[in-house]
């Protein structure tokens, strides 16, 4: 079946940049999406990219897609401590989306 | 701001209660929803399949009677628990497709359920 797999964790400091790597198999996929939970709360869609894209800039985020390699990744300018969180990563499969597990981002001060 | 929104954010309940949680989307209809279930330290686990005006579709090992779908207008669907037990606690997620033909997919902010 459809896979998406990232890292569990990554551990950055504060005003570094955070990159967030994810792989995925369905090469079909219409949109991959980057989500945030923050510990306590719901799940905050972040960004999302369309499949024909292969960047997109949201402040201080930045989405690369490279859709040979089934790559995806989510960078986070300049990270904050605001910015702990656990970021999912999802693919778009028959209008269901097939999750990755999740990466725990920690920021060391 | 949030096309998808979901009601109550938290519900705490008795064992052996019924518990109902909404998800409407707010500025677009929506013929297909979705429900999710997170356990802790997963990811999500697709629940059902709701479509509106019919039944709704089951994960297997997804019990059709405990966790109730309806899908009764083109806004809102209802998952509602029966007979809620401790084990039942958990963080529930809907979703709804905004856009048919190209599945672009928003997601509720979820309903924390805890079973006393």
């Known amino acids: 079946g459809e896979d998406v797999e990232q890292s569990l964790f990554l551990s950055v400091r504060e005003g570094d940049s955070s990159v967030i790597n994810c792989t995925y198999t369905?090469?079909?996929?219409?949109?991959l999406y980057w989500y945030k939970q923050e510990p306590g709360a719901g799940l905050q869609l972040l960004t999302y990219?369309?499949?024909n894209m292969d960047m997109k800039q949201d402040q201080r985020l930045t989405v690369l897609l490279n859709k040979k390699d089934k790559h995806l990744s989510l960078r986070i300018a300049d990270t904050q401590t605001g910015d702990s969180a656990i970021y999912f990563c999802a693919e778009e499969s028959n209008y269901q989306l097939i999750w990755g597990a999740g990466t725990k981002l920690i920021i060391k001060p | 701001g949030a096309v998808v929104s979901q009601h109550p954010s938290w519900v705490i309940c008795k064992s052996g209660t019924s518990v109902k949680i909404e998800c409407r989307s707010l500025?677009?209809?929506?013929?297909?929803m979705f429900w999710y279930r997170q356990f802790p330290k997963q990811s999500l686990m697709l629940m059902a399949t709701s479509n509106e005006g019919s039944k709704a579709t089951y994960e297997q090992g997804v019990e059709k009677d405990k966790f109730l779908i309806n899908h009764a207008s083109l806004t809102l669907s209802t998952l509602t628990v029966t007979s809620a037990h401790p084990e039942d606690s958990s963080f529930y997620i809907c979703s709804a497709i905004r856009q048919i033909n190209t599945g672009e997919l928003f997601f509720g902010e979820g309903s924390r359920l805890t079973v006393l």
């Open positions: 369905d090469s079909s996929s219409t949109y």
């Open positions: 990219i369309f499949s």
């Open positions: 500025d677009f209809q929506a013929t297909t």
